[in-house]
């Protein structure tokens, strides 16, 4: 019987790097870290799946480059109160099967559609994409637009980022090496554990899933194909779709050698982080501001707000059924929780209203939505806005002021 395609592709790289000195992680190691969820055909390979909670919209999250699922395991463990959280493994990464080559986002997305059809994961979809991954799921929200009910991009990368980067930085540190816009490293070394997550053993497992030599080879050939996944994503024909979407992005520079390279880029990315606001007319801004790359690790609850806001603008219907409750102070026990957007600036807002002007034509329903939903537009720090849970089970007590509300109330 003939070999499998990937397979034999994965063998022939992995004995190129053996042969060149490079290590693989250790067999024990995969023994030591069992999957959390399951592994799910899609059709010469598998991909990995984690969901819990119930509810709809689903909210998918697709990592940052480099990054173990497992990593947005208490992003996870406070999404599924309000809906169905799913993370799962891109091809290569954690505990899916290695995939076929180049590893470009547009594979990535037809990938994610197979695993969530093959999965029974029904759209639609509210989607988190972090670094890489929000470039992965802008073109799976462009290619499948009637599956996709909002987006959350946590400092998300940009279409455009290739060349205004790398001519940002012209001239500036000359002695970096440059490839498709960014920094040269050695992905193929063994990755360090993210700093700061809550628990040692979530910190382990991700290093061990990260310093398999499949998951090496992966995220080199993804960071080197990267040019051509923004290429194909400013290549789609189709617009990005009107959908409630939030982009966060991080309030703590990037550690950098050269303090000239540190002011040039990041004013760039702000830059880019304020354009993927204004794509299209349904969108709000907010930085994190105790958080540099990975707001994930550093304020995990931020992205909780901001998807359980996203959910429940999708969730129209029930909002509308809200509306006029004429419910002002804390809501019921286990029913709904206050978003506060802790230690989080709104640089825009264009999915809520201010008065009674209806902007962007928007329908009669957005409209009420914007209402009820009760931010004040262009303030620094925005009214709490009070949502649903998808299930009658409190927020941990660390959180309790979401249960109490604002104060004064």
Known sequence: MPSHPVSMLHRIIAAALMAAGGAACPAADDDLVAPPG????????????YCQGEGEPSVIIDTGLGSAAIEWLPVMEQLRHYSRTCIYDRAGYGWSDFGPLPRTSSRIANELYLLLM???????????GHSFGGLNVQLFARRYPYLVAGMVLVDSS???????????????????????????????????????LPEDDLAYKSLVLMSRLVSRITVANEYSHFKRSAMQLQAMATPPPVIPTVVLTRGVQQESKSVDWNSITEHTWRSLQSELAYLQPRTAQLVAERSGHEIHVEQPDLIVDAAAMVIDFARADEALARQDDGETGPPAQGGTSWLPFNDATWITDRLHTAGNT???????????LSRHAG?????????????????????SASKGDRDSGPAGF
Do not use: K
């Not at 093959?118 to 988190?128: D, E, S, T």
């Not at 500036?172 to 992905?187: L, T």
């Not at 209806?358 to 009420?368: E, I, L, T, V, W």
């Not at 931010?375 to 927020?395: F, I, K, S």
């Open 358 to 368: 209806c902007p962007f034509g928007c329908s009669d329903a957005q409209f009420h």
């Open 38 to 49: 399951r592994m799910v055909s899609i059709g010469d390979y598998s991909l990995h799946i």
């Open 118 to 128: 093959n999965a029974g994961v029904a759209g639609p979809y509210v989607l988190i």
């Open 158 to 196: 940009s279409a455009e980022q290739i060349g205004r980067l790398t001519d940002a930085a012209d001239g500036v540190y000359e002695e970096q090496s440059y490839h498709h816009g960014f920094v040269v490293h050695d992905f193929i070394a063994r990755p360090a554990a993210p700093r700061d």
């Open 375 to 395: 931010h004040l537009a262009g303030t620094r720090n925005p009214a709490w806005q009070r949502v649903p849970r998808g299930d009658a089970e409190n927020r």
